[in-house]
């Protein structure tokens, strides 16, 4: 246990039971009350976000954490074969830990994998951008690439991504994986 006052965004701590990620961490004295840290924080198991008042004196469960870098292998079943890039290990990361970001993973690329004291997966975190090729779109047409609007395109994940009209099908594009959205087009 350590007192709230050491904690930092970033860190990951046991709350209710569950591990939760501090995305944000304010210290509070309002006129003649007592101090008070106000966090925010989100459930690593659950994903949703939560709000909670420590005192000042309070103390939490602070959970020591291991980052290893992981290479995406393939996909089995609903979990994803992730291999170990200095020891050749292999492990199943469940879909719900990676998330939504999932869709955006290709074979070969670098995961960093959170693993809490215990042993258990906390948290697998993608590259922020990755860079995918399109392999279906509508063909535009010489009006439709006047207009700054935006058309769906399938990527060679199988995710499906809008892009603007002057992509065409084997273009590379930059995509966000925390969002979802194209960024911009990759020169070959």
């Not at 074979?107 to 960093?112: A, F, I, Q, S």
């Not at 060679?156 to 273009?171: D, H, K, L, R, Y």
């Not at 925390?178 to 960024?183: D, H, L």
């Amino acid at each position: 246990m350590t007192s709230i006052s050491n904690i930092s965004k970033g860190s990951i701590i046991r709350f209710r039971n569950e591990p939760h990620i501090i995305e944000s961490l304010v210290h509070r004295t309002p006129g003649n009350l007592r101090a008070f840290y106000q966090a925010g924080m989100k459930n690593l198991k659950t994903g949703r976000n939560v709000e909670y008042r420590f005192s000042a004196n309070e103390s939490v469960d602070l959970i020591v954490t291991e980052r290893k870098q992981y290479q995406y292998l393939y996909r089995d079943a609903e979990d994803f074969v992730m291999m170990d890039t200095s020891t050749f290990d292999q492990i199943n990361v469940a879909a719900e830990i990676i998330g939504l970001p999932a869709r955006f993973l290709k074979e070969g690329d670098l995961v960093d994998i959170v693993f809490a004291d215990d042993g258990s997966i906390l948290e697998a975190e993608l590259p922020t951008f990755v860079e995918l090729e399109v392999t279906e779109t509508n063909p535009a047409t010489k009006d439709d690439r006047a207009t700054s609007g935006s058309k769906p395109a399938i990527l060679e994940t199988g995710a499906e991504v809008n892009v603007p009209m002057f992509i065409q099908t084997e273009s590379i594009i930059r995509v966000d994986t925390r969002t979802g959205e194209y960024m911009e087009r990759v020169k070959k």
